[in-house]
């Protein structure tokens, strides 16, 4: 059992250069319990491509999530802003 949610959407727009692109990074539980970080990506829009990493404990899940996310922002990934965010 995951003893709190962890996810995160970034993004990264440049009209210039027709890139707009996102960047999802979750931690959840597989149906055995055992806890996976699910990422996904790909271009504004589309359905993009997705990787599941399973994970024996929790903390090297959030291990590889801190190392995802602080490389995203090192490219430049933002996360979106609270304008332009639609709520449900």
Same mark, same amino acid.
């Given at each position: 059992?995951?003893?709190? *949610?962890? @996810?995160?959407? !970034?993004?990264?727009?440049?009209?210039?250069?027709?890139?707009?692109?996102?960047?999802?990074?979750? %931690?959840?539980?597989t149906l055995f319990g055992e806890p996976?970080?699910?990422?996904?990506?790909?271009?504004?829009?589309? *359905?993009? @491509?997705?990787? !599941?990493?399973?994970?024996?404990?929790e903390e090297d899940a959030v291990r590889?999530?801190?190392?995802? %996310?602080?490389?995203?922002?090192?490219?430049?990934?933002?996360?979106?802003?609270?304008?332009?965010?639609?709520?449900?």
């Amino acid at each position: 059992m995951l003893t709190q *949610s962890y @996810q995160l959407y !970034v993004e990264q727009t440049d009209p210039a250069k027709n890139m707009a692109r996102f960047y999802t990074v979750a %931690i959840s539980e597989t149906l055995f319990g055992e806890p996976c970080l699910i990422r996904r990506w790909g271009r504004i829009g589309a *359905s993009g @491509q997705s990787m !599941v990493h399973a994970f024996a404990k929790e903390e090297d899940a959030v291990r590889l999530f801190l190392e995802v %996310i602080k490389t995203k922002r090192a490219r430049g990934y933002r996360p979106k802003p609270e304008a332009t965010r639609v709520s449900c």
